[in-house]
């Protein structure tokens, strides 16, 4: 491109400066990611319009509300769909893992997962959060708790492999639920 602009234009632009330019080309197509978490929270409400009885929560820092900005601090999601299939005979036991966002918008997934009768896996719910801490961990485990309406976790078991603060947040919040090594994770610490 910079080859064409020389021949063409007779002008000399430097590699930066191309950079910059497609970067800011490709905001005005296409939104910027300031613009697509500005939109978080009228897409969590078409959530809840659009599936009625899901569990959709959005927090935003305190801090940035402070400055009177808004600023992204995490999301949890679970479909209505999903609870009842929970609810209508799944196993009791669910994988929980957590794992990192690459590229511009970095965080964590924290995901919930079990099996059905067939053994195909099947998702619960997820969120993302700014850093895997015991705090992000409880807060999901409680929303979590509530949505599939475990109470204190008897006759669940949970497997993970040994993620920061998930065995204190399930042991808090679940105290009855059963919480299980994944074996290959074993192995390998």
Same mark, same amino acid.
């Not at 063409?8 to 296409?30: A, I």
């Not at 569990?55 to 935003?60: A, C, G, S, T, Y």
């Not at 940035?64 to 609870?83: T, V």
């Not at 966002?101 to 998702?123: E, R, T, W």
């Given at each position: ?31 910027? /990611?300031?613009?697509? *978490? ?82 195909? /896996? *099947? ?67």
């Amino acid at each position: 491109m910079r080859v064409d602009l020389e021949d063409q234009f007779n002008l000399n632009v430097s590699y930066s400066k191309m950079k910059r330019v497609k970067r800011l080309g490709l905001e005005k197509l296409e939104g910027s /990611f300031i613009d697509d *978490y500005n939109r978080l929270e009228a897409y969590a409400q078409e959530l809840r319009d659009r599936n009625p009885g899901s569990d959709v929560v959005i927090n935003i820092s305190k801090d940035a509300l402070a400055e009177g900005k808004r600023r992204f601090l995490r999301i949890y999601i679970c479909f209505q769909a999903l609870e009842t299939g929970w609810k209508a005979g799944l196993r009791p036991l669910i994988g929980i893992d957590g794992t990192f966002l690459k590229g511009k918008c970095k965080g964590i997934l924290l995901v919930s997962m079990a099996q059905d009768s067939v053994k195909h /896996f *099947y998702p619960l719910a997820w969120a993302v959060v700014d850093k895997e801490t015991g705090r992000t961990w409880k807060w999901f485990m409680e929303l979590l708790r509530n949505s599939l309406e475990f109470e204190d976790g008897e006759g669940v078991t949970f497997m993970s492999d040994m993620q920061k603060g998930l065995l204190e947040a399930v042991s808090t919040i679940l105290p009855k639920a059963n919480h299980r090594w994944c074996a290959r994770h074993i192995e390998a610490n």
